[in-house]
């Protein structure tokens, strides 16, 4: 079956579903959807509250699909699609989801810089909906063992819910990711940066990297959260924005940064990918100091091109090799 038709064929039912779901329980869609996307998991209606009618109504949806006849990345899709169908009824800025192209060029990138190391513990702090994590879990299968931070309960049990139907080992956590997290160091970390100012003065306070004056800026305390729970020469992929390091506490991130890790890399995206030149990010790979662990002999900086020039593409991504390569043979 072609993958376009097969996505389509699950958005419809995913969204079917939950447009059911959410006005028989008064309910927002993507509340519906999380629970919609559980029942297709279990392949049945689990809201007892139902009447008989609307029960059976969803029951025959969820037997035309049977989600082990589809692949892990059709699944993945759908789902996102109904997800970004129902982010644009209500869902603040910051909540907005990480672009397919933008994880899969994250997870060609941890792979190459982890050679030939099989499996590997991963932490997202703002996992969100966990499009970013999933893309890249969808990736490497079954070799990461997956954390995940998010405050919002409606985006976790939507990140729930699509790790169950994708089968992938994920402990999620509901919780201020900026406060005490009960997680072990992991290997790698992956971040879409929240942006903006953290409310929390008190919370903020404990952090080398909070404000002199006034709210501290959350994605810099985000970043300083994931250095603590990285392992000593683990790796972090942030996505930034343009202009981070030209803020007012620019100098003070930079100073901490030199600090605590190596910058490898910063890798603008396609300014395409996003609503306009202000909204526009990067990439910036890290990797936390550690004895034996090497600074780079040269700071990988690179500028995507358009998705749509192959030539320019490939490119950029010959430029991107033979960085690793020769970091590889130092």
Sequence with gaps: MNQE?????????????AVLLGRALSIAYLEALGETAENLF?????QEELNDMDEKRLQKLYD????DCYSKESIRKSYQLAILKGMKEHVQPNHQMTPDSIGIFISYLIRKSNGNKR??????????TGNLVMTVLNEFDEMVEAHG????????????????MLHHPITLHNQDALERLLIDPVDVVVCDLPIGYYPNDVGAAKYRLKADNGHSYA?????????NHIKPGGQLFFIIPNNLFESVEAKKLQSFLTEEAYIEGVIQLPESLFKNKQAAKSILMMRKKALGVKKPKEVL?????????KKAIANIMQKIDRWFSVQQKG
């Design 5 to 17: 038709v097969t996505i389509e064929q699950l958005f419809s039912v995913f969204d079917e579903s």
């Design 42 to 46: 279990h392949g049945y209606v689990m």
């Design 64 to 67: 035309n699909v049977k989600l």
């Design 119 to 128: 499996t590997f513990t991963l932490l997202d702090p703002a996992i969100g």
């Design 149 to 164: 931070v998010d405050l919002d309960d409606v985006l976790l049990k939507l990140a729930y819910a699509g790790a169950n």
């Design 219 to 227: 994605h810099h305390l985000f970043i300083e959260q994931s250095l």
């Design 301 to 309: 900086l690179a500028s995507m091109p358009s998705l749509t020039d």
